[in-house]
T-cell receptor, first 111, second 113 residues
Framework: GDSVTQMEGPVTLSEEACLTI???????????LFWYVQYPGEGLQLLLKATKADDKGSNKGFEATYRKETTSFHLEKGSVQVSDSAVYFCALFPKTDKLIFGTGTRLQVFP | DADVTQTPRNRITKTGKRIMLECSQTKGHDRMYWYRQDPGLGLRLIYY???????NKGEISDGYSVSRQAQAKFSLSLESAIPNQTALYFC????????????FGPGTRLTVL
């Protein structure tokens, strides 16, 4: 069935370091892909999305490109800040009309 | 004010007790969802509702029931709580034409002793 696999955390970085959080998916057809972010004590919120192959989603300095050939949607940021510390969830939206989430990756950024 | 609210925010209860978690939204969305979050397992869908008369089971509905009292309210009940239902519970909403974009409440942390 449809599923999402993302790298285990925590990912620990110093401020201004580069970030990559890997996400791969298994799905029939061409699902939309998402990154949601959960800040401490809050619910999830949409960070970015891509709806078709080669699309790049971007928001708040984060980017992810929909790679159909590698079934991947890796999250990247060139320079992280302490305020980016959160849990990041990769998700896909297949034909079943329900979001399928990965297990989440905790990012910790230290000054 | 928050668009999606959940009450209570924290709850400790004992095995065998019945408990209800409530969710209200002011976004005017027809679609509402209940998820639970467990460490290492991500979010798993418990129940969802596409309108007041439409209730559907998610992947882990056993031991749970729901009630959609109005477009804006969607409650989750644990009829007889057990310790492995200890988790963080989230309510979410979406518009019918944008089901892929969901808006989450702040969560309810439930502990079953």
């Amino acid at each position: 069935g449809d599923s999402v696999t993302q790298m285990e955390g925590p990912v620990t970085l110093s401020e201004e370091a580069c970030l990559t959080i890997n996400c791969t998916y298994t799905a029939t057809g061409y699902p939309s892909l998402f990154w949601y972010v959960q800040y401490p004590g809050e619910g999830l919120q949409l960070l970015l999305k891509a709806t078709k192959a080669d699309d790049k989603g971007s928001n708040k300095g984060f980017e992810a490109t929909y790679r159909k050939e590698t079934t991947s949607f890796h999250l990247e940021k060139g320079s992280v800040q302490v305020s980016d510390s959160a849990v990041y969830f990769c998700a896909l939206f297949p034909k079943t009309d329900k979001l399928i989430f990965g297990t989440g990756t905790r990012l910790q950024v230290f000054p | 004010d928050a668009d999606v609210t959940q009450t209570p925010r924290n709850r400790i209860t004992k095995t065998g007790k019945r408990i209800m978690l409530e969710c209200s939204q002011t976004k005017g969305h027809d679609r509402m969802y209940w998820y639970r979050q467990d460490p290492g397992l991500g979010l798993r869908l418990i129940y969802y509702s596409f309108d007041v008369k439409d209730i559907n089971k998610g992947e882990i509905s056993d031991g749970y029931s729901v009630s959609r009292q109005a477009q804006a309210k969607f409650s989750l009940s644990l009829e007889s709580a057990i310790p492995n239902q200890t988790a963080l519970y989230f309510c979410a909403t979406s518009a019918p034409e944008r089901t892929d974009t969901q808006y989450f409440g702040p969560g309810t942390r439930l502990t079953v002793l």
